[in-house]
């Protein structure tokens, strides 16, 4: 198949997608397919030589109906030889350019953009799920009725969690059209810790955007109650400054590592450095870091939000604690204080992801939904 692949990051961006579309447009490339990814980009002139698929980067921050003009052209001319596109991002330009275009496209939704939106600038405090319920003003709606109707714009959705499933077919998407495949991570071994700017005797991990949702001012609040650990934090955004405030505020400021954002080696070799990971995010489709964090034989303490809890098996794989109003204070201070279970839930989410989470499994999935749509279509 000739596939063409659209993302709004990818690396050296961090997060899940820009994890992910290098990993499935590697092993679809392995395969034997020839693909093609379009991507926004702060630079156009990184090196992509190395990877076995075409790289096309476009300038991210440029004017944006200009950006979105220019985005819909390339697809145009690109997706005309393509037997399939399969859309990680910029969705919209994705529907208008297969307006023209008609190929088979198969979306994959990791988040509901209309709600990011809405909590990124203020609109509403709501969480996820009450996002969902609730009616809005005008904007809101508009939002939710644009992202629902891209969404169902396409011939398969694909989704890394079945609680992010349910969601989306609360848009009008038909189940059948709906397609459910974890997220892998590939092995990391060998990875070389680097070092880390604490004293503490223990020390934590979190890695993400820095948005309000991420709710890593709770973490910084967690850590008055555990005086033994330290936290770093990986990402960057408009939450940073917000939250360095905080950690004055709160007199933790000498406890906590603003990394800012790291390329994955540097972002890997700093949780490889730390002692367990932690998430407090108010929600998360499937969060990417917490694989590999487990992969790394890293404890997770996370909040049972969205579909963290289908990978993360409280007691056994990690620790869960009950959402924004959880007990995070007391489960850090249980794990810093026992290396013991550290160890054992450590090791237990390394075997786990091994057993369960293979790359080759997520890839052969996604291939065979590729390829079904594509020859449906043909």
Same mark, same amino acid.
């Given at each position: 198949?000739?596939?063409?692949?659209?993302?709004?990051?990818?690396?050296?961006?961090?997060?899940?997608?820009?994890?992910?579309?290098?990993?499935?447009?590697?092993?679809?490339?392995?395969?034997?397919?020839?693909?093609?990814?379009?991507?926004?980009?702060?630079?156009?002139?990184?090196?992509?030589?190395?990877?076995?698929? *075409?790289?096309? #980067?476009?300038?991210?921050?440029?004017?944006?109906?200009?950006?979105?003009?220019?985005?819909?052209?390339?697809?145009?001319?690109?997706?005309?030889?393509?037997?399939?596109?399969?859309?990680?991002?910029?969705?919209?330009?994705?529907?208008?350019?297969?307006?023209?275009?008609?190929?088979?496209?198969?979306?994959?939704?990791?988040?509901?953009?209309?709600?990011?939106?809405? @909590?990124?600038?203020?609109?509403?405090?709501?969480?996820?799920?009450?996002?969902?319920?609730?009616?809005?003003?005008?904007?809101?709606?508009?939002? +939710?009725?644009?992202?629902?109707?891209?969404?169902?714009?396409?011939?398969?959705?694909?989704?890394?969690?079945?609680?992010?499933?349910?969601?989306?077919?609360?848009?009008?998407?038909?189940?059948? +059209?709906?397609?459910?495949?974890?997220?892998?991570?590939?092995?990391?071994?060998?990875?070389?810790?680097?070092?880390?700017?604490? *004293?503490?005797?223990?020390?934590?991990?979190?890695?993400?955007?820095?948005?309000?949702?991420?709710?890593?001012?709770?973490?910084?609040?967690?850590?008055?109650?555990?005086?033994?650990?330290?936290?770093?934090?990986?990402?960057?955004?408009?939450?940073?400054?917000?939250?360095?405030?905080?950690? #004055?505020?709160?007199?933790?400021?000498?406890?906590?590592?603003?990394?800012?954002?790291?390329?994955?080696?540097?972002?890997?070799?700093?949780?490889?450095?730390?002692?367990?990971?932690?998430?407090?995010?108010?929600?998360?489709?499937?969060?990417?870091?917490?694989?590999?964090?487990?992969?790394?034989?890293?404890?997770?303490? &996370?909040?049972?939000?969205?579909? @963290?809890?289908?990978?993360?098996?409280?007691?056994?794989?990690?620790?869960?604690?009950?959402? *924004?109003?959880? @007990?995070?204070?007391?489960?850090?201070?249980?794990? &810093?204080?026992?290396?013991?279970?550290?160890?054992?839930?450590?090791?237990?989410?390394?075997?786990?992801?091994?057993?369960?989470?293979?790359?080759?499994?997520?890839?052969?999935?996604?291939?065979?939904?590729?390829? @079904?749509?594509?020859?449906?279509?043909?």
């Amino acid at each position: 198949m000739r596939i063409l692949i659209v993302t709004g990051i990818f690396p050296p961006d961090i997060g899940g997608p820009a994890t992910y579309v290098p990993q499935i447009a590697e092993g679809l490339a392995q395969r034997g397919h020839a693909v093609t990814v379009v991507t926004l980009s702060d630079r156009l002139d990184h090196e992509d030589g190395g990877y076995p698929f *075409r790289v096309i #980067r476009l300038p991210r921050r440029a004017f944006r109906p200009w950006r979105m003009g220019r985005t819909v052209l390339v697809l145009l001319r690109l997706g005309r030889r393509a037997d399939v596109l399969f859309v990680n991002g910029l969705a919209l330009e994705s529907v208008l350019a297969n307006f023209v275009l008609r190929k088979p496209l198969v979306m994959k939704v990791v988040g509901d953009l209309a709600w990011e939106r809405a @909590t990124g600038r203020g609109w509403t405090a709501d969480d996820f799920e009450t996002f969902q319920r609730r009616r809005y003003g005008l904007r809101i709606e508009l939002l +939710k009725a644009l992202r629902s109707w891209w969404t169902r714009r396409a011939d398969r959705v694909i989704v890394p969690s079945r609680y992010l499933a349910r969601g989306v077919a609360g848009w009008g998407v038909p189940a059948e +059209k709906i397609v459910v495949i974890y997220n892998a991570v590939e092995p990391v071994d060998g990875v070389e810790p680097l070092p880390v700017l604490l *004293r503490t005797p223990v020390k934590a991990v979190t890695v993400g955007r820095l948005v309000p949702w991420k709710q890593v001012n709770g973490l910084l609040e967690a850590l008055t109650e555990v005086p033994e650990l330290g936290l770093v934090v990986v990402g960057d955004g408009p939450e940073r400054p917000r939250l360095e405030r905080r950690a #004055r505020e709160l007199g933790v400021s000498d406890r906590v590592y603003f990394a800012g954002q790291r390329s994955k080696k540097e972002a890997l070799g700093l949780m490889a450095a730390c002692d367990l990971f932690v998430l407090n995010s108010a929600y998360e489709g499937l969060p990417h870091v917490v694989l590999e964090a487990m992969a790394l034989g890293l404890p997770v303490v &996370a909040t049972a939000a969205g579909g @963290t809890p289908e990978v993360v098996r409280d007691g056994e794989t990690g620790v869960l604690v009950p959402g *924004r109003y959880g @007990t995070l204070g007391a489960s850090l201070s249980a794990l &810093a204080r026992d290396p013991a279970l550290r160890r054992r839930l450590g090791r237990a989410a390394r075997q786990w992801i091994g057993e369960r989470l293979s790359a080759e499994n997520m890839i052969r999935l996604t291939e065979e939904t590729l390829f @079904t749509v594509a020859h449906r279509s043909a």
